[in-house]
DNA sequence: TTGAAAGCGCTAACAT
DNA sequence: ATGTTAGCGCTTTCAA
């Protein structure tokens, strides 16, 4: 039952004082060569790992961040959580991970949590609905991902999801198409962006926007892949009996678009020649599609790259410099079989 | 720029001792009822929350638990961490991710940042292989998921994989076929586990192992969905061509078991007429497969229940009571369209 | 029922 | 170049 070392232990066992033993570990203030090398030796041999706790309190930082993310079963906020994680790995910061499940009540008990855990910083990952910021834990910098803030004073990154919506559109209509926009019972501003993408494209093009141009599911019929393919199924029977014409749809996801598929599969619809589908993400699933996905695909690489480095550096600065910063990313389209 | 609040100031704002507020706070100790209501009361009005580091040095402990895993964008680990987190969030910890992206060294790295924070638990994830133990940090409690630790001192569970390949191979074996096992390029104690199951139940059944029973994708093939399809075709070609009964195949996961129903379906082979697959975990994408994949089903709810529970025990006990336990989780066959 | 004070492990200001 | 010490915010023993 070894119990842990700390610095005082170290400094007895090399024989100077404990200050001497915290300038060598921080290589800060000014001591012999011999002294460290004699230092370090002891700190290895025993191998002591500084108590971060008790440097967290004297500092008055933790280094560490918290994460909130509606649901980590998604794919895309598991790619984001994942990569955020790494990147603030490099830069000495640990992460705490935050699954709110959608839950509003949950959030805020991550959030007090989270304050009492004195993180130097926050990531919040999208969300029903921009939760109230009563909880947020005070000046400490935040960035969003694909949240919007009313709050003036956070930082904002997330794809430019109404270019995209429009890159699909476009495609859609140019590949001779009257498109629809089918989406799932979620709603949040990365969504209604798409919308409002589609819409105004639609509009350019001179469409009209029918009664069918935007097709919402119900949470029910959203509930299971099961109950959704059957919706989809009623959907994709009117959308082609009002057809001649191959029939074009902008899915707000690739899981949606992919249950569209297999909807269509199933009543023998063939794809790209009567039915053409874009989805939305390039998710996993869409290389798994038959026949693969035409989609949008969020550079999460560049979300996480700009989400993380904002934060680091606002960490740092301790002067939040970026305030009300917003970014937006571009997305692309990637052809695949679907269009 | 309201600084955070400290105990001392809610001691002189309730105009009591800070010890007073503490026992409030920690509902220990004995007093009125009356400072009781007052000091909550002023606790409230500025929203005060406990330092935890402050908390967690003079106590020892940092309701803090670590969790290791390979690799985030796989969505088995992902569930595996979204399910225990929130367990665990539920007990009062919060949780540390560590995403070592199957790089021993990282993993190192993660362990002694995890001792450094002072975790008071640690769960680890499957892994490539049972990483050199010495940074593991000292005394405290651990539980290993899906890997094996030559460490006796450590708690395991996992998925009984022996059983899930007795089931598959069964099934494939009743349906007719002299299955093939396809494996991946990564080795895990998982996949032999998997593996014997499958060499046992051929051998009982009578069923001699051949060159082609047991067929394993190099790093490079498996690199990319695009080679791996490419070197499933030639499988699936030799494997047709010398059979004329139907082909089973035994994918030792459901990634895998989709890339070869893709390649079998570019290949026209009719499924489950001349090919039967059976995969492996139940992920989100077997219901996305052409048919819809069987499979076998991991069962992440007892998983990490168990993984959760054990690790929550041996924390509040100090004493690790249950050293060297193992618990095997049943999985089961889910019948879907490809047998 | 309440308060005073020590001490968890660390850093930094001050002293030497 | 190195040592002494106060104090970060908390809990708990001891005393009142």
Redesign the pocket.
Known sequence: MS?????????DLS?????????V??N?????E???AKVLRVIKEND????????G????KSSTVGIVIPDLNNSFFADLVGKIEQKLFLKGYSTIICDTNRDPNKENGYLKMLESKSVDGLILISGSKTSDTSSIPHDIPIVCIDRQSQNQNIMYVGSNHYQGAVLATQRLIEAGTTPSLVTGSRISTSITDRIQGFKTTMIKKNLRLQETSIIKLTEEQDNSPDTRRQELRKILRKLLSKSDTPVGVFAISDALAADLLIAAHSLLISVPNELKVIGFDDSPIAKYCYPELTTIKQDTNKITDYASSYLISSMQNHENTLNGKIKLIDVSLINRSTV
Chains 1, 2 share one sequence.
């Open positions: 119990k842990k070392i700390s610095i005082k232990k170290i400094a024989g100077v004082s404990i200050a001497t033993v915290s300038r570990i921080n800060n203030g000014r001591f012999s011999s002294t460290k002591y790992t500084i108590n971060a706790m008790a440097q309190l004297r500092n008055q």
